[in-house]
């Protein structure tokens, strides 16, 4: 079942209200709104009682349709005053007397109409199938079926960012670690339970503490894989307050979390469990608070011939900073290649590349890098590689077979 909401000039008030009662909302024109409303009868009861609790939330004079398809209820929230409750299977008949001009008929389907005296939706259902696909075409066909109410759509949600958010303004200042912890608690849960509404997890925290004399204090946390637990989170917290302290009194604070989606892990029969990342990057912070940031992670070499050379990198890619990074390490980029198996055949000619699925011009290019081997056997393979750049950004491995002069693309670069 659907529901639409129509109130002119009020089409923001509409979405917000329309959003209180499910997620699946589309804004059709600046006036009016769609919503799925398949599941709500467990909550408010019957599809009468549903209309009702919508009209008192919006709290102003607002048409309100229920209809068994989207467009059925559009047309009878514009058309009629108040609450409609169009009964399932009687479309045609509940709509019949509203004006054809409704529909919103291109210009000169509209001119023909009115010439043939069509002027409600009965007159338009009325007219035989054939004639008017043979006289008003396709166009012709929709709107017929529009003004029976047989329409058959799917909504088009809304998409609007989730923000997952929270902040609290103090009653005075705070000083004290264990006071803050416990308003970062509470805030936190709310948090964790938004992202499990939405089955979501958060791979960053960012916390932003208003001082008293004015300034403010950001710390910023980047976990290794997507969490949801309030609990780690909190530790985490204190354990980075701990190591860098506001220099004032708090006296507002204001948390939000990065969403992603939660990991999904599978064990094997045979290979050891590994530690739970939320229990290892527990002990990595603990670590780093007692020997220093910098002393904690994996060793990784350095590109130098010097003997004995490495540094140490953060384990799993986690990061406690000021900011959430955006790359692996300061100044490199890290880009991954994803190879198509098999590889993609393709045509390469005048600078420009066609493969199935992939089309466009070469703007830059990188090689040739001419590879072979097995040249000691009746196996022996040779070919040319090539990087490309085509003209919207999109970054290539083609190579051409030395034996056969045929071209292939190996993989994407992201």
Known sequence: MFACMHAPGDGARLLACAQDFSPQVEQTDPDTVILDIAGLGHLFGTVHEIAHAMARRAGAPVNIAVASNPDAAFHAARGFAGISIVPQGDEAKFLATLPVALLAPPEDIAETLARWGIRTFHDLAALPDLG?????????????????GAGDRPLQPVETP??????????????????????????????????????????????????????????????????????????LLELDLEKHPPAAPIIKVHLAAEPAKPRATQNGLFIPLAPEPEKLELTLARIAAVVGEENVGSPELVDTHRPGAFRMSAPLQSRLSNKFPSRDREGAVALAFRTFRPSLAARVQAGFISAPGIHGKISRQA??????????????????EWDIELAGGALYRIYCEAQTGRWFIEGSYD
């Open 162 to 235: 989730a923000r997952f958010e929270q902040e609290a303004e103090l009653d005075y200042p705070l000083e004290l670690l264990e006071p803050l912890m416990f308003v970062l608690g509470r805030l936190l849960g709310d948090v964790c339970a938004r992202l499990e509404e939405r089955a979501l997890a958060a791979i960053g925290l960012r916390l932003r503490l208003h001082l008293e004399n004015a300034g403010e204090h950001e710390r910023s946390i980047r976990l290794p894989v997507a969490m949801r637990s309030a609990r780690v989170f909190l530790k």
């Open 132 to 148: 008017i696909a043979a006289r008003l075409g396709e166009e012709g066909v929709r709107l017929q079926q529009l003004a029976r």
């Open 367 to 384: 090689g040739p890098w001419r590879t072979s081997g097995d040249w000691w056997s009746t196996g022996a393979w040779a070919r040319d």
